[in-house]
C-alpha cells in the first residue's frame, strides 16, 4: 500500500490514492488494539466518510475472523427529535453500517428524543469516564470545519452538549432527508474538550471538496471559527485522506 507522509504541527498527515486504502489504514489501528487489549473504547463518528472503513470492519470480521467482543462504541453525536428507530437517525446508521454485522459488546449512542438535554449529555459523558474513556476517536470533517456537530463558535474546552445546526450543515444534510424542513434543527453532540480526551484520534476525508477546509484546519491558525483546528493541539492525531483531498 502506498502512501506519502506529511508531518506538520504534530500532526501525522497519510496521503493514499484512494479512499479504501485510507481506510484500511484506520482498520489496523483498530485491529491492533483489538488484538492487544481486553477492553476498547472506539469513538465513532457517522456520515459518508466512514463507510469504508465500516466496510473494511465488517470484512475482517466476516472473512477473516476478527472478533469485536471487548469493542465498545461510543457515537459522537445524534439528531434531536430523531426515534432511534427514524431512518436518518444515526443509531439507525449505525445498526445499518457495523453493529448489526459485528459481534461488539456494547454500542452507546446520544439519544435523539430525550426530558432533559443536560442531563442526557451529562450521563454520556459519565459512562465514557465510567468505561475507561476512548481509546481512538474518529472523525470526518464538515464543510464548514465542525468535527461531531461542533459548529464555528465551540470553545476547545465544550463538553457534551445540545447544539443548534448550522445552516451549512442542515444543507449538507438535505441530501439525506430529502428537503431542509425535514432536517433537525439541533443535536446532542461530544464537545470539543471531550474529543480530546482520547488518546488517539483519527480523522479521514475524502474528495476535492473537503481540500480546502482541511487546509485550514491543519495549517491555518487554531480557532473556533475552524473546530478542527483544534486537533493541532491534540499531540496523537492522524490524518488520513485521499490525493484529491490534499490539493488544498
Ligand atoms: P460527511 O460529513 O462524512 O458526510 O462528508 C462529515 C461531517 O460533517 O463531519
Known amino acids: 500500500m502506498q502512501s506519502s ?64 467482543a471487548q469493542m465498545e462504541g461510543f457515537n459522537l453525536d445524534e439528531y434531536e427529535g430523531l426515534p432511534s428507530e427514524h431512518p436518518e437517525s444515526y443509531d439507525s446508521f449505525m445498526q445499518q453500517q457495523l453493529y448489526a454485522h459485528i459481534d461488539a459488546r456494547e454500542s452507546h449512542l446520544l439519544p435523539g428524543i430525550y426530558q432533559n438535554a443536560e442531563e442526557a ?4 459523558e459519565e459512562k465514557i ?66 474529543i480530546l480526551e482520547a488518546k488517539r484520534i483519527v480523522l479521514m476525508a475524502w474528495g476535492a471538496g473537503k481540500a480546502g477546509i482541511l487546509q485550514k484546519a491543519l495549517q491555518g491558525p487554531v480557532t473556533a471559527e475552524v473546530p478542527a483546528s483544534f486537533l493541532q493541539t491534540h499531540g496523537n492525531v492522524r490524518i488520513l485522506i485521499d490525493e484529491e483531498a490534499s490539493q488544498g
Open 121 to 124: 449529555c451529562r450521563a454520556y
Open 129 to 194: 469516564v465510567e468505561k475507561g474513556g476512548l481509546d481512538w476517536q474518529l472523525l470526518g470533517i464538515g464543510g464548514n470545519g465542525h468535527i461531531g456537530f461542533n459548529e464555528p463558535g465551540s470553545p476547545v474546552d465544550s463538553r457534551t452538549r445540545r447544539i443548534e445546526l448550522d445552516e451549512r450543515t442542515r444543507r449538507d444534510a438535505v441530501k439525506q432527508f430529502g428537503t431542509l424542513e425535514k432536517v433537525p434543527l439541533a443535536a446532542l453532540t461530544m464537545g470539543i474538550g471531550t
Open 5 to 68: 507522509k506529511i508531518e506538520r504541527s504534530g500532526l501525522q498527515i497519510d496521503v493514499f490514492p484512494t479512499r479504501e486504502e485510507a481506510s484500511a489504514a484506520a482498520a489496523d489501528e483498530v485491529e491492533a488494539l483489538l488484538r492487544k487489549k481486553d477492553s476498547v473504547n472506539l469513538g465513532l463518528a457517522t456520515g459518508s466518510t466512514p463507510l469504508p472503513f465500516y466496510r473494511e470492519l465488517v470484512r475482517r470480521h466476516r472473512e477473516e475472523g476478527l472478533s469485536f
